[in-house]
């Protein structure tokens, strides 16, 4: 069946790079998303990436997708404490936003 | 230009009690998903909706869990006779349609069954 599997925590010094990395089963996936959750809020959409793309930048973040080994990527670079939070990794599948979410990454960022 | 709206965004309900949830979504949106989260755990799908019309339900608990997106007014999650397995976050989420554009999320309504 459909699985998305991610570490669950994971601690960074301030400045340092950040890499959440995520699995996932369904080789039809069509979308990949990464979503930040910060204590008692929403989720906040970071950033997306088709299947058929290697690699997205936006500012300072950076998605790497290997399909082969079905794996994905979220890069953060210069982390700050505002990024503390959890990121959710997620896939998209089917013709609509059925959304399969991995348990989530808490990432702590500290002096 | 408000986004998904959820209210409440904290309900307290006693066992065996109703709970309604509502939902509206960013203007312009006119499909509508539900997600439950419980705690330490990521989202799981529950339903998905267009106007008067449920799409995939597939997630849903077969009893005491139904959901409404009416031509007027907001989607409606209800929750009969409430268990204390039902507390959880109930996140709400909307898209413009069946194309690309991803989903953007409510900032939940927060289930406590005592």
């Known amino acids: 069946g459909e699985d998305v599997e991610q570490s669950l925590f994971l601690s960074v010094r301030e400045g340092d790079s950040s890499v959440i990395n995520c699995t996932y089963t369904?080789?039809?996936?069509?979308?990949l998303y990464w979503y930040k959750q910060e204590p008692g809020a929403g989720l906040q959409l970071l950033t997306y990436i088709f299947s058929n793309m290697d690699m997205k930048q936006d500012q300072r973040l950076t998605v790497l997708l290997n399909k082969k080994d079905k794996h994905l990527s979220l890069r953060i670079a210069d982390t700050q404490t505002g990024d503390s939070a959890i990121y959710f990794c997620?896939?998209?599948?089917?013709?609509?936003?059925?959304?399969?979410f991995g348990a989530g990454t808490r990432l702590a960022v500290h002096p | 230009n408000a986004g998904v709206m959820q209210n409440p965004r904290h309900l307290v309900r006693r066992r065996g009690q109703e709970a309604r949830l509502r939902c509206s979504p960013m203007k312009g949106h006119s499909h509508v998903y539900w997600y439950r989260q419980l705690p330490e755990e990521g989202l799981k799908f529950m339903v998905y909706l267009q106007k008067e019309n449920i799409i995939d339900e597939s997630g849903m608990p077969k009893e005491r869990f139904s959901a409404e997106f009416p031509k007027e007014g907001p989607s409606i999650l209800r929750i009969q006779q409430v268990v204390r397995g039902d507390s959880a976050a109930y996140f709400c989420?909307?898209?413009?349609?069946?194309?690309?554009?991803?989903?953007?999320f409510g900032n939940g309504t927060r289930l406590t069954v005592t």
């Open positions: 997620a896939e998209r599948s089917g013709g609509y936003n059925k959304l399969i």
């Open positions: 369904d080789s039809s996936s069509t979308y």
């Open positions: 989420a909307s898209s413009p349609g069946t194309d690309n554009s991803p989903l953007h």
